[in-house]
């Protein structure tokens, strides 16, 4: 009787979301087996077709490449820069109501505004970065229209955008792991760098993993800023997965080409969601 | 040695607090720009709140348009993913069953597709269904949260002692009754910091909002882009609508400041 119950209360939210997403899903791999591009008017099967050709492309290689130098970047400068701010929040001072507040603003500000504003930020006349760069005596740069910059000073602003996710997090682990470890560590003599290394740092393991995991799987769908900031280019200098899958299906219009690359960026979440069970079984 | 560390406290401190900063300060001073745009780190020579006027009332459609956009289409996704993901939450929480426990390890590997491969079959799907535009982005919305949703009051529900029903139902009550009058009063912190994400994640949503836009319901989000064009960036009217975009989230958060951690320490540690 209760099982009935349960199952009854969970049906909505089952038929949204498995009913939409197993349709969703089985229509772009239908998709993405076949040419298809309504302007031209084809519509074919041509089995793996879309997908040999997608992998030789160089493009989306790059792409993929890409993305994973995009995630680790993003990810592994999340996590130190979000420790640190934890940590710092966690230690408690005067003002920390109002200084948690003025670290997540980064994250409540829109990634379209923050990506356009960073491009004023980023430009060659009268952005911050630029004004600091001649200060130093050094030369003015085109961060967004030079291939060798565009792609990292991205990277940056994702960095600033999504810091405050992680800071969060961490803090809320900061603060709710148990006080004892620390009292012993403490009247062992234990230094602080190696209370952290040994204590705190393993403590809060399971958090840090979710945390890191969730971010990177968010990094693979990363699609916003890079397209605002500078639409992949210039060139094809900082294209990511997103963007790639967003040109061919959305301006190219072949959709199942888009479609096998959208299957691809798939493939990648399914194998993060394998790390993130395996590590959350230890 | 306190001194020396309270000044390396405090001097972190300055360093994040300009880091997270400085994007905002260079946004308003370019909003209050006049003929000339500020010049790098200074205030503009002429400050005028002509571009804040602008925007607001004399571009059509105004500002305003977009900015209610937004927060219907976040407003309605918000409460209708908490309303779906509700039970479903409940039960996965109460539920001795390994058939709904495998049920919800699915709901999570939803959350994991990466939206890019979504995109194409719900463009197709709503432009079959006639959805373009507002009612499409609203549902879409709300089908992508219903699972962070779920996942997130799940933590909050396991939170609280089965034994609390317990009692009402030795007292006679139904399950159902036992939820709505028992568990959901208590959740309320936990129900009104998922409506928050969802509206968040909502409100700065940008693809879908592009994809499934159209001329009556374009999101600020898409607007805000749209002066980003190839050829020049309005910067003046960017930022002053940035501005005024911004404003409804710090308003949210600051209230929810809060709930917030309490909150994610619940989700994040079952």
């Given at each position: 009787m209760e099982k009935r119950f349960y199952v009854i209360m969970c049906l909505p939210a089952i038929l949204l979301v498995f009913v939409f997403m197993g349709y969703l899903l089985c229509h772009c791999f239908y998709l993405s087996f076949r040419a298809y591009s309504p302007l031209e008017g084809i519509d074919r099967f041509i089995g793996f077709g879309n997908y040999t050709r997608i992998l030789k492309d160089k493009v989306f290689v790059e792409a993929i490449l890409r993305n994973i130098v995009y995630a680790l970047l993003v990810v592994g400068a999340n996590l130190l820069l979000g420790m640190g701010m934890a940590i710092l929040i966690n230690k408690g001072f005067k003002g920390e109501k109002i200084v948690r507040m003025i670290l997540i603003m980064p994250m409540v500000c829109m990634p379209t505004v923050a990506g356009a504003v960073w491009v004023m930020v980023y430009n060659?006349?009268?952005?911050v970065v630029n004004h600091f760069l001649s200060l130093l005596g050094l030369e003015r740069q085109m961060f967004l229209g030079l291939s060798k910059y565009a792609f990292y000073a991205v990277i940056l602003t994702d960095i600033w955008g999504w810091t405050p996710f992680m800071f969060l997090i961490l803090l809320t682990g900061l603060q709710s792991l148990p006080r004892e470890p620390f009292e012993a560590a403490r009247i062992d003599g234990a230094s602080s760098w190696r209370t952290f290394w040994c204590i705190t740092l393993p403590l809060l393991k399971p958090v840090t993993a979710i945390a890191i995991i969730v971010k990177l799987i968010d990094t693979f769908r990363t699609f916003d800023y890079i397209w605002v900031m500078t639409s992949g280019g210039p060139g094809n200098s900082s294209q990511i997965i997103s963007t790639v899958t967003y040109r061919i299906a959305f301006?190219?219009?072949r959709y199942g080409l888009g479609s096998a690359m959208s299957i691809i960026a798939l493939l990648f979440g399914l194998l993060l969601f394998i790390l993130f069970v395996k590590v959350r079984g230890k | 040695m306190k001194v020396i560390k309270n000044i390396g406290i405090y001097t972190c401190v300055a360093v994040l607090v300009i880091w997270s900063l400085f994007p905002f300060f260079q946004m308003v001073s370019a909003s209050l720009a006049g003929a000339r745009l500020p010049d790098e780190l200074g205030l503009p020579d002429t400050l005028t709140v002509d571009n804040f006027k602008k925007v607001l009332?004399?571009?059509?459609?105004?500002?305003l348009f977009f900015l209610g956009n937004s927060i219907i289409f976040a407003l309605l996704a918000s409460v209708a993913s908490l309303v779906i993901s509700l039970p479903a939450a409940y039960s996965f929480s109460r539920s001795n069953s390994r058939g709904l426990g495998v049920l919800f390890y699915v709901f999570l590997i939803f959350r994991m597709i990466p939206w890019i491969t979504l995109s194409l079959p719900i463009f197709f799907l709503m432009s079959k269904l006639g959805l373009i535009g507002g009612k499409g982005l609203s549902l879409v919305y709300t089908f992508l949260f219903t699972s962070f949703g779920v996942w997130l009051m799940k933590g909050f529900f396991d939170m609280i002692a089965p034994e609390l029903e317990e009692s009402a139902l030795v007292d006679g009550a139904s399950r159902f009754q036992a939820f709505i009058k028992i568990i959901l009063p208590l959740s309320v912190p936990g129900m009104v910091v998922t409506g928050a994400f969802v509206f968040l994640f909502s409100y700065i949503e940008y693809m879908y909002a592009l994809i499934l836009s159209t001329q009556n319901s374009v999101t600020i989000s898409v607007r805000l882009a749209g002066y980003a064009t190839e050829g020049r960036y309005f910067y003046r009217e960017m930022t002053a609508s940035a501005l005024i975009s911004v404003i409804p989230m710090i308003l949210l958060f600051s209230y929810l400041q809060k709930h917030l951690t309490r909150g994610l320490s619940w989700g994040a540690f079952k």
């Open positions: 060659q006349e009268f952005g301006q190219h219009f | 009332f004399q571009e059509s459609p105004p500002i």
